[in-house]
């Protein structure tokens, strides 16, 4: 049997995730037994500065006798982070191509205000 072959064997069931410059790729294979695992990639698109691109990928093989626990550790790791810091996401203003709006660029007009009225020192006041 050929590596193809085999290879497509192993595929059972796929699922692509795309995130920006992530993909998330979930694959059900099967063992040389016949069982069933769960394959977790990432891609991660990076861009040379000759303008080409290579990608970076990490793989999790994920077996059946661990799903409820990985699950369990994963869903109590998201409700953390959404209880701590909502569902906003605040690391797309440390991409290169985040658009500033008025109010993340400056100061609120408020700390404005403050900060002239602090410089505009009355000497007849002291």
Do not use: C, P, W
Not at 9 to 35: C, H, N, P
Not at 49 to 61: A, P, R
Not at 71 to 87: A, L, P, R, T, Y
Not at 88 to 105: L, M
Request: proline content about 0%.
């Amino acid at each position: 049997m050929s590596t193809r072959e085999s290879t497509e064997q192993e595929e059972i069931f796929s699922k692509v995730l795309r995130a920006g410059r992530r993909t998330y790729f979930f694959d059900v294979r099967s063992t040389k037994a016949g069982d069933y695992y769960l394959t977790i990639t990432e891609s991660k698109k990076f861009t040379n500065e000759d303008g080409s691109f290579h990608y970076k990928k990490h793989k999790i093989y994920l077996y059946k006798e661990d799903f409820m626990a990985f699950k369990d550790h994963v869903e109590e790791m998201m409700s953390f982070i959404i209880d701590q810091k909502g569902e906003e996401v605040i690391s797309e203003r440390h991409q290169k191509d985040f658009k500033k709006t008025e109010n993340t660029d400056s100061e609120s007009t408020e700390d404005k205000a403050e900060t002239s009225n602090f410089t505009d020192v009355n000497f007849e006041d002291i």
